[in-house]
């Protein structure tokens, strides 16, 4: 049985309550909301990586290699770096340079209004950027699809080029971009690629990275003895070492906090944690949206 939480008042077991009423108290009454962002929350809110969106900007790949999905896609060993640059260079107009501001990000954003918050998330699109978020409480612990890295890791730095990017989507043909345009490392001469991590080789982590990563750690730690709402939305279990399991943990260790997660399927939950844990389960993007509307009209 799940009991009431003593520190929390929200009802949240109550079916009277709808899942965007317990939301909204539940950010209310807390002291700090610490948010965990995952590939679902991007999904639910349009940016999906299956169907009309992925086969529109990709129909030439998708013949050639029968990918399933864009995220295989963008994790394929391509036949030679002007094939990569050529799928790369699309993926990273759709999903970080030319990426729209995504409702349920918007909408979020007015959830959280005037709140101690912060978020990490997994995901390296530009959706917090282009829903216009204070970015300095947002930790992109997994890289952005608009930045480079050598892929000899040789030193701990990122490059942009927006307009490089942009030159190679237009002067590509047959799923190549021209040689000339394949940029390369300036320091060991390595070709540059799309900065991410893998499990082999880790990630270029430079110092906008490690600025992101001090400022959500001091955030965790100042509020670590308050009423925590840890809030997780669209987490799968594919890295669960960057969120599900931190704030399963900080939630076992502080007494007060409560852990949320949005999510359509359900997650195993450690038994430490089960009475002090609240399962929404319906569409993340139609919660938000009910959640902001109440939440503009001061409800
Ligand atoms: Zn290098």
């Not at 050598?150 to 990122?158: G, I, K, L, R, V």
């Not at 971009?177 to 390595?190: F, H, R």
């Not at 900065?195 to 990630?203: A, L, P, S, V």
Request: aromatic share 14%; charged share 25%.
């Amino acid at each position: 049985m799940q009991q009431r939480n003593e520190f929390w008042q929200t009802p949240v077991h109550e079916s009277s309550l709808s899942q965007a009423d317990v939301l909204n108290r539940l950010i209310d009454e807390a002291e700090a909301v610490v948010v965990g962002i995952g590939a679902g929350m991007s999904a639910a809110t349009g940016f999906t990586y299956v169907g009309k969106r992925f086969t529109d900007a990709f129909p030439d790949f998708i013949e050639k290699y029968r990918f399933f999905d864009m995220l295989q896609a963008s994790l394929f060993e391509f036949e030679d770096w002007q094939e990569y640059w050529a799928f790369q260079s699309r993926f990273s107009l759709l999903n970080y340079f030319d990426q729209p501001a995504g409702l349920a990000y918007v909408d979020m954003k007015e959830m959280l209004k005037d709140k101690n918050y912060h978020v990490i998330t997994t995901n390296a699109d530009n959706a917090f950027y282009a829903a216009e978020y204070d970015m300095d409480k947002v930790f992109r612990i997994q890289g952005e699809y608009g930045l480079w890295q050598c892929t000899e890791h040789c030193h701990q730095q990122t490059y942009q080029n927006e307009d490089l990017i942009r030159e190679m989507v237009e002067k590509q043909s047959d799923m190549k971009v021209p040689a000339d345009l394949v940029p390369y490392c300036p320091e060991c001469g390595a070709p540059l690629e799309v900065n991410k991590r893998t499990e082999e080789k880790g990630m270029v982590e430079d110092g906008h990275f490690h600025e992101q990563k001090e400022r959500y750690e001091q955030f965790l730690d100042e509020n670590k003895d308050k009423k925590v709402l840890y809030l997780e939305i669209g987490v799968g279990h594919t890295t669960p070492q960057f969120i599900k399991h931190p704030f399963w943990k900080m939630t076992e260790e502080n007494e007060q906090a409560l852990f949320v997660t949005m999510n359509q399927k359900q997650y195993f939950i450690p038994h430490a944690i089960r009475p002090r844990t609240v399962q929404l389960d319906e569409d993340i993007a139609e919660v938000f949206h009910e959640a902001a509307k109440s939440n503009a009209h001061g409800g």
